[in-house]
């Protein structure tokens, strides 16, 4: 077999697909050149990394099911070595990641996410948000056991949703596999020729096993409509044509600037004063942004002015 390019390896793409003979949907996908592009401005402890990696899969996997323009958020949260990893993807299949490690700690290169994030997992907790760019945001918290990132979604996914989804993870180096299969409503249809009408939990059990199977052994990038056709076989799989992952920041000066002036004047003035601006990094993509102090005082002024116009809020402060 000729080599594959990275394109044809499906790498940094991912295809819906729907099987015609079980009751059940999913998404594939391969993250590779999207993963560097995301971490390339971090030097993150390499268990670290892999847990970023992970989460951007699952969380991307999840947003390519938003019906509306939204955000997925995983976070994992504790009072350990890494306090926060922080992962968003939205509708468009695009993600970033950040992770918050104190510094001088040593990190064992397979810590699982719970163990990164709190010494006890009583300490840590895993959020999933999903937060539409109109409407009202979903959040869900469970506590943060050990384990893979595959096993905790999976364990969060059967907990919180009404229809059975699955997920799986895998990796080969820096790159990762990830697998969303999600259970469709039994429709009692008339047998069709050449289909047989099986019994939809046992066809779903199958499916899951399939799956399984193909999870349990080292990941191989054959093209997608081989790989569907061999991880599902004796099924009828139909895919959409794929659709890139990638890495994108939603950072902008005004976000920036809303920071800022949520950190305070008390604390940002005197830094301005010193050296005439203030300097600020994205923790996403390492971005840069500078400030002027003449502009930070008129940030500071405009929120004063703003306060004003609220007494309560003020006064309740004071
Ligand atoms: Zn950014």
């Known amino acids: 077999m000729a080599t594959m390019d990275r394109h044809t390896a499906g790498f940094d793409q991912l295809v819906r697909f729907w099987l015609e003979t079980a009751p059940a949907r999913g998404v594939v996908a391969r993250f590779d050149a999207s993963l560097a592009a995301a971490l390339e401005h971090h030097d993150y402890p390499p ?3 892999q847990r970023l990696r992970e989460l951007s899969a699952a969380a991307t996997l999840l947003a390519s099911n938003l019906k509306q323009p939204a955000q997925v958020i995983l976070q994992a949260q504790g009072s350990g070595d890494v306090p926060l990893l922080c992962v968003e993807a939205t509708e468009k299949l695009s993600f970033r990641a ?4 104190r510094e001088g700690v040593q990190i064992d290169a397979e810590t699982d996410l719970a163990s990164l994030v709190a010494a006890t997992a009583a300490d840590a907790r895993f959020v999933l948000s ?3 760019e109109q409407g009202q945001m979903y959040q869900g918290i469970v506590a943060l056991r050990g384990g893979t990132v595959a096993d905790l979604l999976a364990d969060y996914l059967s907990n919180s949703q009404q229809t059975q989804t699955r997920l799986w993870l895998r990796a080969d180096g820096e790159a990762i596999e990830a697998l969303l299969l999600e259970r469709l409503p039994d429709v009692q249809s008339a047998p069709r020729a050449g289909v047989e009408n099986a019994d939809p939990d046992a ?3 199958q499916v899951i096993a399939q799956a399984e199977a193909t999870f349990a052994v080292p990941f191989m990038p ?4 081989q790989w569907l056709g061999f991880t599902f076989a004796d099924h009828d799989v139909r895919m959409d044509t794929a659709q890139p992952v990638h890495f994108a920041c939603a950072c902008t000066m005004e976000r920036v600037l809303n920071a800022l002036k949520l950190v305070g004047e008390a604390e940002i003035m005197p830094l301005a004063a010193e050296n005439g601006h203030v300097e600020t ?3 996403f993509c390492g971005k840069r942004y500078t400030v002027g102090a003449r502009e930070l005082s008129s940030l500071f002024t405009a929120a ?8 309560p809020t003020s006064s309740t402060l004071q």
Do not use: K, L, M, S
């Open 47 to 49: 268990a670290v990394a």
């Open 98 to 101: 950040y992770a918050n490690v």
């Open 130 to 132: 999903i937060a539409p």
């Open 203 to 205: 066809a779903w059990d």
């Open 222 to 225: 054959f093209p997608y409509a």
């Open 281 to 283: 990094r994205c923790e």
């Open 304 to 311: 004063e002015q703003h306060d004003g116009t609220h007494p």
